[in-house]
């Protein structure tokens, strides 16, 4: 067995095992008798608690251009982006026993998530290594910008690969070993969204990407000796010293500026921990802000690495790019791929000083993309129209009819 197995093998929990001990057995001898009316189920979902994404997207799609299809999205009943996905169709509880059956049952499994299913331990080893078939084809939440070997074919057994920009295919399509056909540069479903929005010229949107090391909630070795505290990290002290920054608050209050900060989903357990004193800062929990509507309305990005700023981009708006520790989440997290930084769709910068000087700059600008930037970014999106969702759905269809 490789390095990598045994790795994943540490992870495993004692719920993990108990799942795939009686579960899944279960689960799967319904399943032999539910497909056989199901074959041509879609089951749709992005993380457990969201509906925002690529998935809610195609769901949407597919639930007012096709009603006649059997498609049905996975989501914390309880979640607060459950009743965007009630409206349009039927739902059914994430790791729920109905959820493992209709998994093991469906014609293909859609998801913006590597894993998409009850439980990412039990069915990554039966897929991974074991060969279990479940047609899963991966819509992403974000274009693939690293050398993010997890997702790798080797590690994934993944059916269909979605991209949103013709770059990123060709990486994929060259380096990450998914057979002929396998991966898809179809444009990602949100995107139909991002046309002829309505921005808010007084608004900006900070939106920092996580740390793994600083990913307490799950079993990740910590490659850097920032103990367990996450008051104490340099992502903490960095990101709080510019939210107080008096500088900052004075610039946006003179100028009736609102700046949201928004950090990365896992990190929102610590949102509380950060501090403003100025009225015109908002700590945005997900909970209360989708990310696509403030993509939309913002005028100005700033964040680190979080490929949100595709989306932006992909709407010809201005980013920046606040890279103090590149270096480090370059050893800790994510390996460099083909996109640079240094020839990207913004200008990057490392220190307090040089961000807040950039903002000034940006508004002064009156937000305007500079030509640069704008001609790389047409250059990176070749396919720039709201058939997305379109596409991916004919694609879908395609796999679905392999298993036939």
Same mark, same amino acid.
């Given at each position: 067995?490789?390095?990598?197995?045994?790795?994943?093998?540490?992870?495993?929990?004692?719920?993990?095992?108990?799942?795939?001990?009686?579960?899944?057995?279960?689960?799967?001898?319904?399943?032999?008798?539910?497909?056989?009316?199901?074959?041509?189920?879609?089951?749709?979902?992005?993380?457990?608690?969201?509906?925002?994404?690529?998935?809610?997207?195609?769901?949407? /799609?597919?639930?007012?251009?096709?009603?006649?299809?059997?498609?049905?999205?996975?989501?914390?009943?309880?979640?607060?982006?459950?009743?965007?996905?009630?409206?349009?169709?039927?739902?059914? !509880?994430?790791?729920?026993?109905?959820?493992?059956?209709?998994?093991?049952?469906?014609?293909?499994?859609?998801?913006?998530?590597?894993?998409?299913?009850?439980?990412?331990?039990?069915?990554?080893?039966?897929?991974?290594?074991?060969?279990?078939?479940?047609?899963?084809?991966?819509?992403?939440?974000?274009?693939?910008?690293?050398?993010?070997?997890?997702?790798?074919?080797?590690?994934?057994?993944?059916?269909?690969?979605?991209?949103?920009?013709? !770059?990123? #295919?060709?990486?994929?399509?060259?380096?990450?070993?998914?057979?002929?056909?396998?991966?898809?540069?179809?444009?990602?479903?949100?995107?139909?969204?991002?046309?002829?929005?309505?921005?808010?010229?007084?608004?900006?949107?900070?939106?920092?990407?996580?740390?793994?090391?600083?990913?307490?909630?799950?079993?990740?070795?910590?490659?850097?000796?920032?103990?367990?505290?996450?008051?104490?990290?340099?992502?903490?002290?960095?990101?709080?010293?510019?939210?107080?920054?008096?500088?900052?608050?004075?610039?946006?209050?003179?100028?009736?500026?609102?700046?949201?900060?928004?950090?990365?989903?896992?990190?929102?357990?610590?949102? !509380?921990?950060?501090?403003?004193?100025?009225?015109?800062?908002?700590?945005?929990?997900?909970?209360? #802000?989708?990310?696509?509507?403030?993509?939309?309305?913002?005028?100005?990005?700033?964040?680190?690495?979080?490929?949100?700023?595709?989306?932006?981009? /992909?709407?010809?708006?201005?980013?920046?790019?606040?890279?103090?520790?590149?270096?480090?989440?370059?050893?800790?997290?994510?390996?460099?791929?083909? /996109?640079? /930084?240094?020839?990207?769709?913004?200008?990057?910068?490392?220190?307090?000083?040089?961000?807040?000087?950039?903002?000034?700059? !940006?508004?002064?600008?009156?937000?305007?993309?500079?030509?640069?930037?704008?001609?790389?970014?047409?250059?990176?999106?070749?396919?720039?129209?709201?058939?997305?969702?379109?596409?991916?759905?004919?694609?879908?269809?395609?796999?679905?009819?392999?298993?036939?």
């Amino acid at each position: 067995m490789s390095r990598n197995f045994f790795e994943k093998l540490r992870l495993i929990s004692i719920r993990d095992i108990i799942s795939l001990i009686f579960i899944f057995p279960i689960a799967y001898l319904i399943s032999l008798f539910f497909r056989r009316k199901n074959k041509n189920l879609i089951l749709i979902c992005e993380s457990e608690k969201e509906a925002r994404d690529n998935g809610y997207w195609l769901f949407k /799609y597919i639930r007012k251009n096709h009603p006649e299809e059997n498609v049905i999205y996975v989501i914390d009943l309880k979640s607060p982006d459950a009743h965007k996905v009630k409206e349009l169709g039927e739902c059914i !509880q994430y790791w729920s026993l109905r959820h493992w059956i209709y998994y093991l049952s469906a014609g293909v499994n859609v998801s913006t998530q590597k894993a998409g299913n009850p439980n990412a331990a039990v069915f990554n080893f039966m897929e991974v290594y074991l060969g279990l078939k479940t047609n899963k084809v991966f819509l992403q939440h974000g274009i693939t910008v690293s050398d993010a070997k997890w997702l790798y074919y080797e590690n994934t057994k993944m059916r269909g690969f979605i991209c949103g920009a013709e !770059q990123e #295919y060709k990486e994929i399509k060259e380096k990450f070993g998914y057979p002929s056909g396998y991966v898809q540069y179809l444009g990602f479903p949100r995107f139909d969204n991002l046309h002829n929005t309505i921005v808010k010229n007084n608004q900006i949107l900070v939106m920092p990407t996580w740390r793994e090391w600083l990913n307490l909630n799950t079993k990740a070795r910590t490659n850097f000796n920032e103990g367990s505290i996450f008051t104490e990290s340099e992502y903490f002290k960095k990101w709080n010293e510019f939210l107080l920054n008096k500088d900052l608050k004075a610039f946006l209050e003179v100028n009736d500026l609102t700046l949201i900060f928004y950090p990365h989903r896992n990190m929102q357990n610590n949102l !509380q921990e950060f501090q403003t004193s100025s009225k015109n800062i908002i700590l945005a929990d997900w909970k209360k #802000y989708d990310i696509q509507e403030l993509l939309k309305e913002s005028a100005f990005l700033i964040t680190d690495y979080s490929s949100v700023f595709m989306d932006f981009a /992909y709407m010809r708006k201005p980013v920046l790019f606040y890279q103090f520790d590149y270096k480090k989440f370059r050893e800790g997290q994510y390996e460099e791929g083909y /996109y640079d /930084y240094k020839d990207g769709f913004g200008k990057s910068i490392d220190t307090l000083d040089e961000l807040i000087i950039e903002i000034e700059k !940006q508004y002064y600008n009156n937000w305007i993309l500079e030509d640069k930037y704008k001609e790389r970014i047409e250059k990176f999106f070749r396919i720039y129209d709201s058939k997305n969702s379109k596409r991916v759905y004919t694609f879908i269809k395609e796999v679905m009819r392999e298993k036939e």
